[in-house]
């Protein structure tokens, strides 16, 4: 007898989700880039804001600051990121890409765009609407 149907359960749903869903996304950005998860998402959080610092990319993308520091001295060896103190706050960095973490940021994007399709080929146009909005309501993204 079974009490409780993991595979019915959510947030179980929701990770096995995410992990099938971006590992081919995971292969060309590592084999490319040599990047990581928390990597990837930073670059992507400066190709499309510009000049962020780690707080406002910890908020952002919901990822602890240790994380962030992590992934901005890796992108930064790699000189995809520049790091600027603030003037009047010295804890805090301007983190900004540099011409080959633009082109890094491009280049994953357009991929990220195919990818995207491709994932959302299997569902109708309505289908994918109705499961951006509900991803978004369960994450609190929506507005």
């Known amino acids: 007898m079974v009490d409780f149907d993991l595979e019915q359960f959510l947030p179980y749903l929701l990770n096995q989700a995410a992990e099938a869903s971006s590992l081919e996304f995971q292969h060309i950005y ?6 990581l998860r928390n ?3 930073v670059l992507f959080h400066l190709g499309i ?5 780690a707080k406002e990319i910890s908020l952002r993308a919901k990822i602890h600051k240790t994380k962030i520091s992590r992934a901005v001295a890796k992108l ?4 995809f990121v520049t790091r600027d ?6 804890r805090a960095e301007h983190l900004a890409l540099t011409p080959a973490g633009e082109m890094a940021y491009r280049d994953l994007r357009s991929v990220a765009k195919v990818y995207d399709d ?21 994450s609190g993204m929506e507005v």
């Open 39 to 41: 990597e990837w998402r």
């Open 118 to 138: 491709k994932l959302t080929s299997q569902f109708s146009a309505d289908e994918t609407v109705i499961l951006r909005r509900l991803l978004k309501k369960i």
């Open 49 to 53: 804001y510009g000049s962020l610092t």
């Open 85 to 90: 103190r603030d003037q009047n706050d010295r």
């Open 76 to 79: 930064a060896e790699r000189r």
């Open 30 to 35: 590592k084999d490319r880039y040599g990047m």
